[in-house]
């Protein structure tokens, strides 16, 4: 194979995707990735033109280390823009130890570029090592769809290996390199990164579409004022709930908001939706990450605290009432003294039908209504004799 002649046709092809991507991010300016990709997609097709240029007479710093950092910034764009679907924290200390590793690599570029092999096994290896950061990145990435996922980091690990293998050419046919720093047998290897990085490029822009379709997802699961979950997700988190945990234990609370229409009807709606607004938050942050908690009503909660023994729920009960009217006597300015009443049931999802403790929690809530509010009211099945 001649090798200008496979490495030109990847600059058409990586320009081409290049510039769809690009077009892309200017169509959706919030997607960042698209902008970073492209970038990707430049800075291999740059690198690869002056790679071409190497048997002509031009200095090697631009056609060795330029060239090989444009290379290397290629997979290290793909990396920045895979950050912004990970959970993984990019924090400033971070990003500053990402640059100065970066600083550190190409420095070595410099010190090695008059030796065009010692440069080649150093960009191969770099390169390895940014793509198996990158299938780590996508293990903690927000996108769950399996297929896709496992599709885009087996590329990754395949394209790492790739480079490993053409470092190892290089070390093992040191006394017969080419121009280019690199031995004939390698060839096959250059064709594998060059076509896994047009492949790479290809494969990325479907993580935007799935992010899109992600949040059409939550949005259309969340109640809208409160970000909690609406009631039809709510429940259908509570029927997975009954088939995956049939024997651990829960709490079934019904939470309603007291005098909530004397509230709007005293302070205006716009009091109100912040009322219903910050109860949701107080609730959220006092019950653990793994309870299912959404708002069922205008103002009304429900809550599944998982694997809790009755008494532990009952104090819970009792501190986020406690809490509620400590934290929430003031909203937008007006006091509007803001209490809950709850009502509460214990039950093992084998033994008791969910729908049977939705409506037992109901009447223990309408009980501590009855009772004076801003308090709890535990409910109990009845045994069947």
Known sequence: MHLPTIIMLALAINLVVGLYLFLLYQRKPKDRCFK?????????VL???????????????FSFFIADCLLLLAPVYVL???????????????????????ALVMASFLLSYQHAGLLSILLALSIAVIFCYCAYLLQKSIITEPTFTRTLQGVF?????????QATLIVVNWQQLNIHGLPETSIYTLLSHI??????????PWLSFLKLERKLTLKSQRDGLTRLANREHFFDQLERYWQQYPSTPAVFMMIDIDFF???????????GDQAIVS????????????????????????????????QTGFKVGQRLCQQVAEQLQYI??????????????????????????????????YASKKAGRNTVTLATFKTST
Not at 36 to 44: A, D, H, N, P, R
Not at 82 to 102: E, I
């Open 195 to 204: 076509l896994l990085t047009t492949l790479t490029a290809l494969l990325l």
């Open 36 to 44: 970073l990709w492209s970038y990707s997609c430049g800075c291999f």
């Open 47 to 61: 690198g690869s033109a002056l790679v071409v240029l190497r048997p002509y007479p031009i200095p090697h710093f």
């Open 279 to 310: 109860v949701a938050r107080l609730l959220s942050k006092q019950l653990r990450s793994n309870d299912i908690i959404g708002r069922i009503g205008g103002e009304e909660y429900a809550a599944l605290l998982i694997n809790l023994d009755e």
């Open 261 to 271: 229409k004397k509230v709007n009807d005293t302070f205006g709606h716009a009091v």
């Open 332 to 365: 937008a300015g007006a006091q509007v003294g803001l209490t809950i009443s709850i009502g509460m049931v214990h039950l093992i999802p084998a033994q008791h039908d969910s729908i049977a403790a939705f409506k037992l929690a109901d009447e223990a809530l």
């Open 157 to 165: 690990v395949l394209h790492a290996l790739v480079m490993c293998v």
């Open 80 to 102: 920045a823009g895979l950050a912004k679907f990970s959970r993984f924290r990019y924090t400033p200390k971070r990003r500053r130890q990402a640059l100065t590793m970066l």
